[in-house]
Protein backbone atom coordinates (compact mmCIF):
# COMPACT_ATOMS: atom_id res chain seq x y z
CA UNK A 1 0.00 0.00 0.00
CA UNK A 2 1.73 3.42 -0.98
CA UNK A 3 -1.28 5.75 0.48
CA UNK A 4 -1.54 7.52 3.63
CA UNK A 5 -4.66 6.80 5.78
CA UNK A 6 -5.93 9.46 8.24
CA UNK A 7 -8.29 8.43 11.09
CA UNK A 8 -10.29 10.82 13.51
CA UNK A 9 -10.84 9.78 16.88
CA UNK A 10 -11.78 11.17 19.96
CA UNK A 11 -8.50 12.74 20.41
CA UNK A 12 -7.12 13.60 17.17
CA UNK A 13 -6.45 12.67 13.48
CA UNK A 14 -4.04 9.60 13.60
CA UNK A 15 -1.86 8.70 10.10
CA UNK A 16 -1.34 5.60 9.13
CA UNK A 17 2.03 5.27 6.65
CA UNK A 18 1.16 3.31 3.78
CA UNK A 19 3.04 -0.12 4.18
CA UNK A 20 4.89 0.17 0.61
CA UNK A 21 5.37 3.52 1.64
CA UNK A 22 9.76 4.13 1.45
CA UNK A 23 10.00 7.95 1.90
CA UNK A 24 7.77 11.19 3.53
CA UNK A 25 8.99 13.94 0.91
CA UNK A 26 9.92 17.08 2.26
CA UNK A 27 7.40 19.58 4.10
CA UNK A 28 4.70 16.45 3.10
CA UNK A 29 2.52 16.94 6.76
CA UNK A 30 4.22 20.76 7.73
CA UNK A 31 1.99 22.66 9.49
CA UNK A 32 -0.66 19.62 10.35
CA UNK A 33 -1.81 20.87 13.75
CA UNK A 34 -4.92 18.24 14.48
CA UNK A 35 -2.62 15.26 14.00
CA UNK A 36 -1.71 13.46 17.28
CA UNK A 37 -0.56 10.00 16.20
CA UNK A 38 1.24 8.27 13.63
CA UNK A 39 1.16 4.44 12.88
CA UNK A 40 4.04 2.53 10.88
CA UNK A 41 2.47 -1.53 9.85
CA UNK A 42 4.14 -4.32 10.46
CA UNK A 43 6.27 -4.96 8.03
CA UNK A 44 6.74 -1.02 6.70
CA UNK A 45 9.32 -0.13 4.26
CA UNK A 46 9.74 3.74 5.42
CA UNK A 47 13.57 4.44 5.01
CA UNK A 48 13.46 7.99 4.56
CA UNK A 49 11.70 11.22 6.44
CA UNK A 50 12.50 14.59 4.76
CA UNK A 51 13.65 17.95 5.92
CA UNK A 52 10.55 19.23 7.81
CA UNK A 53 8.16 16.03 7.16
CA UNK A 54 6.37 16.68 10.24
CA UNK A 55 7.61 20.69 11.02
CA UNK A 56 5.12 22.50 13.32
CA UNK A 57 2.91 19.35 13.77
CA UNK A 58 1.74 20.71 17.34
CA UNK A 59 -0.81 18.13 18.12
CA UNK A 60 1.55 15.01 17.62
CA UNK A 61 2.53 13.88 20.65
CA UNK A 62 4.40 10.58 20.62
CA UNK A 63 6.06 8.69 17.57
CA UNK A 64 7.83 5.23 17.30
CA UNK A 65 9.85 5.02 14.83
CA UNK A 66 10.22 1.48 12.29
CA UNK A 67 12.72 -0.85 12.49
CA UNK A 68 14.20 -0.52 8.91
CA UNK A 69 14.28 3.64 9.22
CA UNK A 70 17.82 4.86 7.71
CA UNK A 71 17.25 8.41 7.59
CA UNK A 72 15.41 11.46 9.80
CA UNK A 73 16.07 14.69 7.83
CA UNK A 74 16.45 18.35 9.12
CA UNK A 75 14.00 19.92 10.57
CA UNK A 76 11.63 17.17 10.38
CA UNK A 77 10.21 17.07 13.50
CA UNK A 78 11.82 20.98 14.65
CA UNK A 79 8.19 22.39 16.45
CA UNK A 80 6.18 19.78 17.06
CA UNK A 81 5.60 21.26 20.58
CA UNK A 82 3.66 18.25 21.98
CA UNK A 83 6.04 15.96 20.88
CA UNK A 84 7.08 14.35 24.46
CA UNK A 85 7.72 10.54 23.34
CA UNK A 86 9.98 9.75 20.98
CA UNK A 87 10.90 5.94 20.46
CA UNK A 88 13.04 4.16 17.89
CA UNK A 89 12.51 0.35 17.62
CA UNK A 90 14.89 -2.41 19.15
CA UNK A 91 17.59 -3.31 16.54
CA UNK A 92 17.00 0.34 14.70
CA UNK A 93 19.08 0.92 11.35
CA UNK A 94 19.02 4.66 11.42
CA UNK A 95 22.06 6.07 10.17
CA UNK A 96 21.26 9.62 9.96
CA UNK A 97 19.51 12.19 11.76
CA UNK A 98 19.56 15.50 10.56
CA UNK A 99 20.39 18.96 12.24
CA UNK A 100 17.21 20.05 14.39
CA UNK A 101 15.20 17.26 13.34
CA UNK A 102 13.50 17.54 16.97
CA UNK A 103 14.00 20.92 18.18
CA UNK A 104 11.69 22.31 19.68
CA UNK A 105 9.96 19.45 20.90
CA UNK A 106 8.48 18.80 24.32
CA UNK A 107 11.26 16.09 24.37
CA UNK A 108 13.99 18.64 23.70
CA UNK A 109 12.92 21.18 26.09
CA UNK A 110 12.63 19.01 28.63
CA UNK A 111 16.12 20.20 29.99
CA UNK A 112 15.56 18.65 33.71
CA UNK A 113 14.56 15.65 32.23
CA UNK A 114 16.07 14.51 29.28
CA UNK A 115 19.35 16.50 28.88
CA UNK A 116 22.36 15.22 31.27
CA UNK A 117 25.50 17.42 31.67
CA UNK A 118 24.08 19.41 28.56
CA UNK A 119 23.82 17.11 25.77
CA UNK A 120 20.19 15.37 24.85
CA UNK A 121 19.96 11.65 23.62
CA UNK A 122 17.66 9.84 22.21
CA UNK A 123 18.22 6.15 23.51
CA UNK A 124 21.87 5.37 21.81
CA UNK A 125 21.50 8.49 19.66
CA UNK A 126 23.26 11.96 20.39
CA UNK A 127 21.41 14.78 18.99
CA UNK A 128 22.22 17.89 20.49
CA UNK A 129 25.35 19.27 23.29
CA UNK A 130 25.16 22.83 23.98
CA UNK A 131 26.29 23.29 27.07
CA UNK A 132 30.16 21.06 27.16
CA UNK A 133 33.43 22.21 27.49
CA UNK A 134 36.73 21.00 28.57
CA UNK A 135 36.52 17.31 28.22
CA UNK A 136 33.78 14.95 27.70
CA UNK A 137 33.32 11.55 27.19
CA UNK A 138 30.34 9.97 24.96
CA UNK A 139 27.75 7.61 26.52
CA UNK A 140 29.26 4.13 26.25
CA UNK A 141 26.17 3.15 24.69
CA UNK A 142 25.98 5.61 21.81
CA UNK A 143 25.78 4.14 18.49
CA UNK A 144 25.02 7.58 16.34
CA UNK A 145 26.23 11.28 16.70
CA UNK A 146 23.86 13.76 14.94
CA UNK A 147 24.84 16.43 12.33
CA UNK A 148 25.56 19.54 13.62
CA UNK A 149 25.82 18.05 17.45
CA UNK A 150 28.46 19.64 18.99
CA UNK A 151 28.46 22.29 16.52
CA UNK A 152 29.92 25.66 17.78
CA UNK A 153 31.15 24.37 21.10
CA UNK A 154 34.39 26.66 21.58
CA UNK A 155 35.25 25.54 24.56
CA UNK A 156 35.14 21.98 24.43
CA UNK A 157 39.05 20.51 23.87
CA UNK A 158 38.83 16.85 24.81
CA UNK A 159 36.58 14.43 23.43
CA UNK A 160 36.26 10.10 23.89
CA UNK A 161 34.20 8.68 21.25
CA UNK A 162 32.84 4.89 22.61
CA UNK A 163 33.44 1.67 20.94
CA UNK A 164 29.96 1.13 19.97
CA UNK A 165 29.58 4.54 17.63
CA UNK A 166 28.93 3.64 13.91
CA UNK A 167 27.95 6.34 12.46
CA UNK A 168 28.92 10.48 12.88
CA UNK A 169 26.76 12.13 10.79
CA UNK A 170 27.67 15.26 8.85
CA UNK A 171 29.29 18.75 10.80
CA UNK A 172 29.06 17.27 13.97
CA UNK A 173 32.09 19.04 15.27
CA UNK A 174 32.24 21.84 13.17
CA UNK A 175 33.39 25.10 14.91
CA UNK A 176 34.46 23.40 17.61
CA UNK A 177 37.57 25.76 17.43
CA UNK A 178 39.12 24.40 20.92
CA UNK A 179 39.41 20.86 20.62
CA UNK A 180 42.52 20.24 20.94
CA UNK A 181 42.31 16.14 20.81
CA UNK A 182 39.72 13.04 20.20
CA UNK A 183 40.21 9.40 21.69
CA UNK A 184 38.55 6.53 19.25
CA UNK A 185 37.86 3.36 20.73
CA UNK A 186 35.04 2.82 17.97
CA UNK A 187 36.17 -0.01 15.52
CA UNK A 188 33.82 1.35 13.07
CA UNK A 189 35.51 4.89 13.13
CA UNK A 190 38.67 4.76 12.99
CA UNK A 191 39.00 2.30 9.67
CA UNK A 192 37.09 4.87 8.05
CA UNK A 193 38.96 8.04 9.00
CA UNK A 194 40.92 8.10 5.07
CA UNK A 195 37.47 8.64 4.18
CA UNK A 196 36.76 11.70 2.52
CA UNK A 197 33.48 12.07 4.26
CA UNK A 198 35.91 13.62 6.67
CA UNK A 199 33.34 11.80 9.86
CA UNK A 200 31.59 14.91 10.81
CA UNK A 201 34.91 17.16 10.96
CA UNK A 202 36.60 14.57 13.03
CA UNK A 203 39.79 15.39 11.42
CA UNK A 204 39.28 18.69 10.34
CA UNK A 205 38.17 20.48 13.73
CA UNK A 206 40.70 18.02 16.17
CA UNK A 207 44.55 18.99 16.30
CA UNK A 208 44.97 15.35 17.52
CA UNK A 209 43.53 11.95 17.08
CA UNK A 210 44.24 9.11 19.01
CA UNK A 211 43.13 5.83 18.03
CA UNK A 212 43.85 2.05 19.67
CA UNK A 213 46.52 0.25 17.82
CA UNK A 214 44.61 -2.95 18.36
CA UNK A 215 41.54 -1.11 15.69
CA UNK A 216 44.02 -0.32 13.28
CA UNK A 217 46.63 -3.35 12.97
CA UNK A 218 46.07 -4.91 9.55
CA UNK A 219 43.85 -2.31 8.40
CA UNK A 220 46.95 -0.19 6.40
CA UNK A 221 45.05 2.72 7.26
CA UNK A 222 47.57 5.59 6.00
CA UNK A 223 48.12 9.61 6.49
CA UNK A 224 46.13 11.03 4.08
CA UNK A 225 43.88 13.83 2.53
CA UNK A 226 41.27 13.54 5.49
CA UNK A 227 43.45 12.01 8.25
CA UNK A 228 46.93 12.99 8.40
CA UNK A 229 47.00 13.86 12.27
CA UNK A 230 46.38 10.48 14.05
CA UNK A 231 48.58 9.16 16.66
CA UNK A 232 48.22 5.25 17.85
CA UNK A 233 48.11 4.58 21.33
Known sequence: DTEHTFVQGTSGVTLYVGSAVNSIPARMFTGYKHLT???F???NNLKTIGYGAFEECSGLTSVTFPLGLESV???AFDDCTGLTEILFTSGSQLKYIGQDAF?????YNDRDNNWKNGVLYLGSYLIKAD???GEYAINESTTLIAQNA??????LEYLLIPQNVTYVNADAFSGCSALTAIFIKSRYVAPALNAAEDLGGLASNA??????TSLV????IKPGEYFNNYSLV
Open 207 to 212: LHLYVM
Open 217 to 220: EGLK
Open 37 to 39: HIV
Open 41 to 43: PSG
Open 131 to 133: DVS
Open 73 to 75: GEK
Open 150 to 155: FHGLAS
Open 103 to 107: LNTAY
